[in-house]
């Protein structure tokens, strides 16, 4: 089975720009989490999504955004870049949410704000 | 609030020792555990899952148990290697009634195997 990809792997941009970054789940899984990682801050959860719908939302700006869609590929959209928004940000798919439900993280995306 | 801590932040063994990777939650409503291993720059790898009903669990030289009255969770590493070195990252899964969950992670322990 494949893993959880994640595309671009890399992403440089500036302040003020908005970028959408792309997470494609293992087959069959139908919850994907996204999160933040930052040396500061560490992993932080950003939102969840199941069957298309956003089931929870951590505490990030509206700027921060998401969807998924029917095939459980999600995408999350970032508007209006600021410098601390720079960070490896993952996403996690597993089948549900189920106490026994590994959750498997994609390798990530690097995205750097200039 | 969920928070969670893992004790020590760095360690560095020479080859061969066993050794222990301590974490700590505050709230004991957890579905459950989780241990991750993250290299360089990459993304997280999962080890082990310890449903919140259970006391331990084992894969290999890896073996993690899970205390929730304390809020404490132990992972154990038998027999240290080199391709042991990345950091371990432990993180429990909060779940909000109707509304999903999500994984409340540590800053994780850097480990260094020497050979």
């Known amino acids: 089975k494949a893993g959880v990809t994640q595309t671009p792997r890399y992403l440089i941009k500036t302040r003020g720009q908005q970028v959408t970054l792309s997470c494609s789940p293992i087959s069959g899984h139908r919850s994907v989490s996204w999160y933040q990682q930052t040396p500061g801050q560490g992993l932080q959860f950003l939102f969840e999504?199941?069957?298309?719908?956003?089931?929870n939302k951590g505490n990030f700006p509206g700027r921060f955004s998401g969807r998924q869609f029917s095939n459980s590929r999600s995408e999350m959209n970032v508007s209006t870049l600021e410098l601390g928004d720079s960070a490896l940000y993952l996403c996690?798919?597993?089948?549900?949410?189920?106490?026994?439900?590994?959750?498997?993280f994609g390798p990530g995306t690097r995205l750097t704000v200039l | 609030k969920q928070e969670v801590t893992q004790i020590p932040a760095a360690l560095s063994v020479p080859e061969g020792e066993n050794l222990v990777l301590n974490c700590s939650f505050t709230d004991s409503a957890i579905y459950n555990l989780q241990w991750f291993r993250q290299d360089p720059g990459k993304g997280l790898t999962s080890l082990l899952l310890i449903q919140s009903s259970q006391r331990e669990q084992t894969s290999g030289r890896l073996n993690a148990s899970l205390d929730k009255s304390s809020g404490r969770s132990t992972l154990y590493i038998a027999a240290s290697q080199p391709g042991d070195s990345a950091t371990y990252l432990c993180?429990?899964?909060?779940?909000?009634?109707?509304?999903?969950?999500?994984?409340?992670f540590g800053q994780g322990t850097e480990l260094s195997v020497k050979p």
């Open positions: 999504y199941f069957s298309e719908t956003q089931r």
């Open positions: 996690a798919s597993s089948p549900g949410l189920a106490d026994t439900d590994t959750q498997y």
């Open positions: 993180a429990v899964l909060n779940m909000i009634y109707n509304q999903g969950g999500k994984l409340i």
